[in-house]
């Protein structure tokens, strides 16, 4: 009944997941109104009220079933092929107060996005889908960890993309309070989440937050070895031509068409320029033909507001969004002037389908993300994909605990 977390989840792909399992978690974190005639009100609404109404019948019918005792998950996400594994904790995470620099965000959210998980968390009264926190190291959470990792897990999950999840449910207090009293000790960036981290706040402040209103379900990981890695996300304008964007870009950047013709196509010539740590400068695709832009001039470089921290200012994203985005292609970076493609591929398809362009970007570091957040800084929406993800409905949580 597991699911990628609900904003990976396309279309097409929430249709297939919930054809596939008449108890698949995305008939909660995605509901279909439509399917809900007796719903009323907006449509943000009428999905909360329909994910609610789905949630109480799973518990009615024995398909969800509470713990009767506290516990911390350990959870483990170990990809296919042989690579190296990332490990985390699974709990409740006390959201903290305004201006305290434990959890740090590092980028913009939308108010409607928030909202609508806001109402989907108040509707349901239920963490659905972890957030994740990329935490300062700290040894006594590792040993925990490894200790923890010795013995069978609880649960195990193989997803489609070949990542193994395995879980460890832990009940016994002394361990729990060593793991309680380790994180105190730590700050922690948020990696995945930044919506519903806001959503939790919105709808803290809307109930009794000693009813763990004050809270958020979070998967907290260590941030350098054993954490996440980050991979990048790109861009898409609808409706814009190759040539009338490369005509506005030249007046910004040197423009020069790369060859595709070798056999391999431009998905390739993609995929070894994202992966090849000693390239620089962006990409530009109608899904026909590639283009590099380089060299931004004074002028492009001026559109970047001066008065940000250095670690912000220097991010690939900031200046597409201000320096080619904004100040060349006059696109307002809202989600209908401008796509968000979790991959070269889909961005790619989406500029054929859409009649635009893509604008492929390099991901950030972690070390970068974590640099801009500790600055009081934030990336664009929707400015790093930190993987391996969690799967979504292995673990909820119910506010009232």
Do not use: C
């Not at 239920?126 to 069978?152: F, K, M, N, S, W």
């Amino acid at each position: 009944m597991s699911s990628p977390a609900y904003d990976l989840v396309t279309p097409a792909g929430r249709d297939r997941l919930a054809g596939a399992d008449p108890h698949n978690v995305v008939r909660l974190i995605l509901p279909v109104p439509d399917s809900h005639p007796g719903a009323t009100g907006d449509p943000a609404g009428r999905s909360a009220e329909l994910a609610a109404t789905t949630l109480r019948r799973w518990q009615d019918e024995g398909v969800l079933v509470r713990d009767q005792e506290p516990a911390l998950w350990l959870y483990e996400l170990r990809p296919g092929g042989g690579g190296s594994a990332t490990a985390g904790w699974l709990g409740a995470v006390t959201l903290p107060p305004p201006g305290s620099s434990a959890v740090l965000p590092h980028e913009d959210t939308y108010p409607a996005a928030v909202e609508g998980r806001r109402a989907l968390l108040a509707a349901t009264g239920t963490d659905l889908e972890p957030i994740v926190l990329a935490h300062d190291p700290d040894r006594e959470v590792a040993g925990v960890t490894e200790v923890v990792r010795q013995g069978p897990p609880t649960m195990t999950v193989d997803d489609a993309d070949g990542v193994g999840h395995r879980l460890w449910r832990v009940t016994e207090r002394p361990m729990l309070d060593r793991l309680t009293a380790a994180f105190a000790r730590t700050g922690a960036v948020i990696a995945d989440g930044h919506h519903r981290f806001a959503a939790a706040r919105a709808n803290g402040r809307t109930r009794d937050t000693r009813a763990s209103g004050g809270s958020v379900l979070a998967l907290v990981t260590p941030m350098g070895p054993g954490g996440l890695r980050v991979d990048p996300i790109h861009r898409v304008v609808p409706d814009l031509d190759l040539d009338a964007a490369v005509r506005a870009a030249a007046t910004g950047f040197r423009v020069s068409e790369l060859s595709t013709d070798d056999g391999r196509g431009i998905p390739d010539a993609v995929d070894r320029w994202v992966t090849d740590p000693g390239e620089r400068d962006f990409l530009v695709s109608d899904g026909a033909r590639l283009i590099r832009l380089s060299h931004p001039s004074d002028a492009v470089l001026a559109a970047v507001p001066s008065e940000a921290p250095p670690a912000w200012r220097g991010l690939d994203v900031v200046l597409a969004h201000h320096g080619l985005l904004d100040l060349l292609w006059h696109r307002r970076d809202d989600p209908d002037s401008v796509l968000i493609a979790h991959s070269a591929e889909e961005a790619l398809r989406l500029a054929t389908e859409r009649a635009g362009v893509a604008l492929l970007l390099r991901a950030p570091s972690p070390r970068d993300v974590a640099a801009v957040a500790r600055a009081g800084a934030r990336m664009p929406r929707k400015s790093t994909l930190f993987v391996p993800k969690p799967r979504t409905g292995l673990v909820l949580r119910p506010l009232a605990d």
